[in-house]
């Protein structure tokens, strides 16, 4: 299948900081990409919805100017997270879907990164 | 709207049993349903779809799942467990809305034992 790579892995870093992920499609074109959230033992939480060239479609919920959402070619999008705080730490994956997807395609997922916040 | 309900929390399976994962759906109109598979500190793998067609689906890493429509069923199975089979198994559906994204279960940890 399509890789999706995700970096960093982990990131450790002082309360008050801010971190940027970035998730690329190494192999194909996306259009979109997402961003999910997973809390130990949970579910993934959708976060955000990210389209090329345009602004990111967030859930309800979900900070749009602490979580900052880029995706300005077809293979790179990053999440920053602003002024990070201890709880924001969690686990955060990306994922994206070919160009010529439709809804029967599956999406790619990257590794995921593990942030913690000191 | 779209949504997907895995009733177990967690499986527990002894090695070279067969082993089922169970999901259900809710939807309205065509159902596209997806299984993946997370290993510990991972993202997330593709095991198989349901697009249409056949209700047996098969699958990466010798996983099958059975469309059932009139249970509104999509649970995961394979034939003999294996120790390193041990991991999260996600039940999803695509969402129709404009972004086709996916929705997720709550997961079931599957537990292999030697």
């Known amino acids: 299948g399509a890789v999706v790579s995700q970096h960093p892995s982990w990131v450790i870093c002082k309360s008050g900081t801010s971190v940027k992920i970035e998730c690329r499609s190494l192999?194909?074109?996306?259009?979109?990409m997402f961003w999910y959230r997973q809390f130990p033992k949970q579910s993934l939480m959708l976060m955000a919805t990210?389209?090329?060239?345009?602004?990111?479609?967030?859930e309800q919920g979900v900070e749009k100017d602490k979580f900052l959402i880029n995706h300005a070619s077809l293979t790179l999008s990053t999440l920053t997270v602003t002024s990070a705080h201890p709880e924001d730490s969690s686990f955060y994956i990306c994922?994206?879907?070919?160009?010529?997807?439709?809804?029967?395609?599956?999406?790619?997922f990257g590794q995921g990164t593990r942030l913690t916040v000191v | 709207a779209q949504s997907v309900a895995q009733p177990e929390d967690q499986v527990n399976v002894a090695e070279g049993n067969p082993l089922t994962v169970k999901c259900t759906y809710s939807?309205?109109?065509?159902?596209?349903l997806f299984w993946y598979v997370q290993y510990p500190n991972r993202g997330l793998q593709f095991l198989l779809k349901y697009i249409t067609g056949d209700n047996l689906v098969k699958g990466s890493y010798g996983f099958e799942a059975e469309f059932n429509k009139s249970q509104t069923s999509f649970h995961l199975k394979k034939p003999s467990a294996l120790v390193s089979d041990s991991a999260l198994y996600f039940c999803a559906v695509r969402d129709g809305g404009a972004t086709n994204k996916l929705i997720f279960g709550t997961g079931t940890l599957l537990a292999v034992q030697p």
């Open positions: 990210s389209n090329e060239g345009s602004k990111a479609t967030y």
């Open positions: 994922s994206a879907r070919d160009l010529v997807g439709a809804a029967n395609t599956e999406a790619f």
């Open positions: 939807v309205s109109g065509n159902p596209y």
């Open positions: 192999d194909f074109q996306a259009t979109t």
